[in-house]
């Protein structure tokens, strides 16, 4: 008789896990993956805002180095006047030279080398969002070299932001760096009157990626 109970016993004991049993282990099951998929999406988010960020700066890097490396070399350099006046022959951009797909386009500065070249920087807008480009002119104000995007997602070419955008600077030894209003469409070459600009470049527009503010360079030159 206890032969019978004790197999009986066994015999229940092999019929595996009761439905409370089971539904208690789906529970944790679904709590656990559900975490988990938190988790990884917590983390896949925190990468593409830090590589945002890590674009973002590497940007801003490439922007410094262009505008003060075109600066540095530059026997002198002309800031056009607002859209709508008739461009100077020394100015290098596309306002005068459309481009597919562009809506509009805004000459910033101009900048001359000895042998006659020419490097602009310009804002095109293209579907209501702005960009800064740079222009290569290898002969007087023919944009036909190579153009390169330096930053996107800015204002747009109209916005009076871009009014005071490139500012003439002086360096005085010993003193503070003081800023006026370039004289405009006029090749500036006195490097003793104009040796240098502030540039600034406006934070990005798009409120979705991550925020560039707004940049300052301090460009000069060593020649002129």
Same mark, same amino acid.
């Given at each position: 008789?206890?032969?019978?109970?004790?197999?009986?016993?066994?015999?229940?004991?092999?019929?595996?896990?009761?439905?409370?049993?089971?539904?208690?282990?789906? !529970?944790?099951?679904?709590?656990?993956?559900?975490?988990?998929?938190?988790?990884?999406?917590?983390?896949?988010?925190?990468?593409?805002?830090?590589?945002?960020?890590?674009?973002?700066?590497?940007?801003?890097?490439?922007?410094?180095?262009? $505008?003060? =490396?075109?600066?540095?070399?530059?026997?002198?350099?002309?800031?056009?006047?607002?859209?709508?006046?008739?461009?100077?022959?020394?100015?290098?951009?596309?306002?005068?030279?459309?481009?597919? !797909?562009?809506?509009?386009?805004?000459?910033?500065?101009?900048?001359?080398?000895?042998?006659?070249?020419?490097?602009?920087?310009?804002?095109?807008?293209?579907?209501? $969002?702005?960009?800064?480009?740079?222009?290569?002119?290898?002969?007087?104000?023919?944009?036909? !070299?190579?153009?390169?995007?330096?930053?996107?997602?800015?204002?747009?070419?109209?916005?009076?932001?871009?009014?005071?955008?490139?500012?003439?600077?002086?360096?005085?030894?010993? !003193?503070?760096?003081?800023?006026?209003?370039?004289?405009?469409?006029?090749?500036?070459?006195?490097?003793?009157?104009?040796?240098?600009?502030?540039?600034? $470049?406006?934070?990005?527009?798009?409120?979705?990626?991550?925020? =560039?503010?707004?940049?300052?360079?301090?460009?000069?030159?060593? $020649?002129?």
């Amino acid at each position: 008789m206890i032969s019978r109970i004790q197999e009986l016993i066994k015999l229940r004991e092999d019929k595996g896990l009761s439905l409370a049993e089971v539904l208690v282990s789906v !529970g944790l099951t679904g709590l656990l993956a559900l975490g988990c998929t938190q988790l990884a999406l917590a983390s896949f988010a925190s990468a593409n805002y830090t590589q945002a960020v890590a674009v973002k700066s590497i940007d801003s890097g490439n922007a410094n180095r262009m $505008i003060t =490396s075109d600066m540095e070399n530059a026997n002198g350099f002309l800031v056009p006047a607002k859209p709508g006046t008739a461009p100077s022959p020394e100015e290098c951009s596309t306002v005068n030279a459309p481009v597919s !797909g562009i809506d509009s386009v805004r000459a910033l500065l101009t900048m001359q080398y000895p042998d006659n070249s020419l490097v602009g920087y310009e804002v095109r807008t293209v579907s209501g $969002i702005g960009a800064l480009w740079r222009v290569d002119c290898p002969s007087l104000g023919n944009p036909t !070299g190579p153009a390169q995007m330096v930053r996107k997602n800015l204002p747009t070419s109209t916005d009076a932001v871009w009014d005071k955008s490139v500012m003439c600077a002086t360096f005085p030894t010993g !003193g503070a760096l003081t800023t006026a209003q370039c004289t405009k469409d006029l090749l500036l070459t006195s490097i003793t009157d104009n040796p240098g600009i502030i540039f600034t $470049i406006p934070a990005t527009v798009n409120s979705t990626q991550s925020i =560039s503010t707004i940049q300052t360079i301090v460009a000069a030159r060593n $020649i002129g």
